[in-house]
Nanobody, 123 residues
Framework: QVLLEESGGGSVQAGGSLRLSCAASGYRYNHYTMAWFREAPGKEREGVASIDFDGNTDYADSVKGRFTISGEIAKNTLYLQMNSLKPEDTAMYYC?????????????????WGQGTQVTVSS
């Protein structure tokens, strides 16, 4: 069974940084395409960053240059380094996985989801 567990969320002031982690179990994460999504109150879930098993990445325009997605194979863990955070980055952040394929930022492309971790950025 594929399990994803996020951690690392919290409250930070604008301009600050956070690193989210997603611990994967039940499979070798580097055989999957992985992604981070976020969902703010009253808004649809949106793709933030994605990485495939070749290390190719894709980012939403709103986070390019500020967020970095990466993985640590030995720990079966996915990361999202978030720098220069803005109040509009406030949301619940979710880790997602899909078997194979290029980096994708579409919700429907992913079969497995974590429970989420809250990120709150104050101005």
């Amino acid at each position: 069974q594929v399990l994803l567990e996020e951690s690392g969320g919290g409250s930070v002031q604008a301009g600050g940084s956070l690193r989210l982690s997603c611990a994967a179990s039940g499979y070798r994460y580097n055989h999957y395409t992985m992604a981070w999504f976020r969902e703010a109150p009253g808004k649809e879930r949106e793709g933030v960053a994605s990485i495939d098993f070749d290390g190719n990445t894709d980012y939403a325009d709103s986070v390019k240059g500020r967020f970095t997605i990466s993985g640590e194979i030995a720990k079966n863990t996915l990361y999202l380094q978030m720098n220069s955070l803005k109040p509009e980055d406030t949301a619940m952040y979710y880790c997602a996985a899909n078997l194979g394929g290029p980096p994708e930022l579409e919700v429907d492309e992913y079969n497995y989801w974590g429970q989420g971790t809250q990120v709150t950025v104050s101005s």
